[in-house]
């Protein structure tokens, strides 16, 4: 069949991806859809004989590029399958081709990519939605442990507590740019983060789903963001669409790297809405623009994206007409759940639900 969908769970140590991938096996089979996994292949490669801590370049190369080019080849093998099968099918990744990048640096992942002949943005594209699930080192060291993988090789000792952060991180960091990168919180309620990943995984597949309100707040900035925060520049313009839907473009840029995106937005009931988003390209986009929003303004703003213990918050700054206007936005984190707040950051009151605050208001003109 056609229109196969390709997830890639990911995220730090501890983060919950084994539970996960049981339970979206679970729950989407018992939708009706047949999910094929790809295993994690440098846990394949450890267990069999593989030393990706090896001071032997030489060795290290190689071998990191045989984990890139498996990766691919079951990712093909298992995309080829699918396509041959009766029903809906989707293909969960335990870990993707861009978390490899995440262990060396720049310059040897750029030479392990053209020697297999491939790119950060081809394999960036490979996929339909990234889900990063936040390491249990960040904001719920309490369960953090190594216990439940031999091949991990942090401590769990302060210092494997910041080793196993910074790859956190450095994996996020990996996977920037990417039109459908979800960052899954740490929860006091375990349950709530696997909720946030079968609801994610849901939108993937435009299934309907309930409408649910992300804490919003009005702030100000009173410190220095976390160095390892990401900077983007987003521009957002809105398009003349249908009753009772909000279509729009996006531009985000992160330096020299840009990633269009269309999104539709539509009520199929009272608290139900369908979400579509598609990554498009340069010209598409452009070809798009005529056909803005006469009645709204195109939006700009700088947004910052970090975890803070354990949780993933935006903080946007607009400019133009806008300018002095900063929203911060909480991603996944549960009804009654006490909300974390950076010691950078002011709150002036809360918006959460105000419709004055949605950036589809703020256009107005």
């Given at each position: ?11 730090g140590p501890c983060a919950g991806k084994t539970t996960a991938l049981v ?75 861009l978390d490899i990048s995440a262990y060396m640096t720049p310059e040897m ?69 990417h039109p459908h990168l979800r960052v899954i919180n740490n929860h006091d ?177």
């Open positions: 069949m056609d229109d196969i969908k390709k997830i890639v769970l990911t995220g339970r979206v096996i679970e729950h989407f089979s018992s939708l009706g859809y047949k999910v094929f996994t790809i295993p994690e292949v440098p846990t394949l490669f450890t267990q069999a004989g593989m030393n990706y801590l090896t001071k032997n370049k030489g060795f290290f190369y190689e071998g990191e590029k045989a984990t890139l080019e498996v990766q691919l080849l079951l990712e093909d093998k298992f995309l080829r399958m699918a396509r041959e099968c009766q029903k809906p099918s989707i293909i969960v990744c335990d870990r993707g081709a992942w750029e030479q392990i990519t053209r020697s297999v002949g491939t790119s950060t943005p081809e394999l960036r594209d490979r996929y339909d939605a990234v889900l990063h699930l936040v390491s249990a080192a960040d904001g719920a060291e309490e369960y953090y442990t190594t216990a439940n993988n031999a091949s991990r090789n942090e401590s769990n000792d302060d210092e494997g507590l910041r080793i196993a952060r910074m790859l956190d991180k450095k994996v996020i960091h990996a996977w920037t740019g309620d375990f349950e709530a983060k696997m909720h946030r990943v079968l609801k994610e995984i849901s939108n993937v597949l435009s299934l309907p789903q309930p409408i649910e309100e992300e804490r919003k707040y009005e702030v100000e900035i009173i410190g220095a963001f976390p160095d390892d925060c990401i900077d983007s520049e987003i521009t957002q313009t809105y398009l003349k669409g249908y009753p009772d839907c909000e279509e729009r473009l996006r531009k985000r840029s992160w330096g020299k790297k840009v990633v269009y995106v269309h999104t539709t937005k539509k009520k199929t009931a009272e608290n139900e809405e369908l979400v579509t988003e598609r990554q498009i390209n340069q010209n598409l986009y452009e070809i798009m623009l005529p056909i803005a929003d006469p009645q709204r303004h195109t939006i700009h703003k700088q947004r910052k994206s970090f975890i803070w213990q354990g949780q993933y918050f935006e903080v946007d700054s607009y400019h133009d007409r806008l300018e002095g206007l900063v929203i911060l936005e909480t991603k996944g984190i549960a009804e009654g759940e006490p909300l974390k707040l950076p010691p950078f950051l002011r709150i002036i009151k809360e918006v959460t639900g105000n419709k004055d605050y949605y950036n589809y208001h703020l256009a107005l003109r």
